[in-house]
């Protein structure tokens, strides 16, 4: 069952265009990650915060990539990786139009 991640960590910058010209060696090592099916970058220059929305495959990939990329964020200098984990309630989100993929609709 797909399970979403939710990353949060303090960031200086860049931001916006800048940032997506920084990142992108880091975005072509995400879009590699097993079990990754998605990720949203988010990013909020006013509160100093950066980091995304993800969709797994299943919860042992989604656990694996948290505690791999907290390690190479706090590798960055960055003091503090929130993260979370959720199940994903597929009836109700695809009433929504969410995301997901063919086999997350065939699930309870």
């Known amino acids: ?3 979403l991640l939710q990353i949060d960590f303090p960031f200086q910058g860049p931001w916006g265009a800048q ?3 920084a990142l992108q060696g880091l975005a072509t090592s995400i879009a590699e990650e097993l079990g990754l099916l998605w ?3 988010t990013e909020s220059p006013e509160r100093e915060e950066a980091g ?3 969709l797994f495959s299943d919860r042992a990939q989604a656990e694996a ?3 791999m990329h907290t390690a190479r964020l706090q590798s960055f200098g960055v003091p503090q990786v929130n993260g ?3 199940e994903i309630n597929t009836a ?3 009433i929504d139009r969410a995301p997901l993929p063919a086999a997350a609709a065939d699930a309870p």
């Open 1 to 3: 069952m797909a399970v």
């Open 19 to 21: 940032m997506s010209e």
């Open 39 to 41: 990720k949203i970058w």
């Open 52 to 54: 995304g929305i993800y």
């Open 65 to 67: 990539y948290l505690a």
């Open 84 to 86: 979370k984990l959720f």
């Open 92 to 94: 109700l989100s695809l």
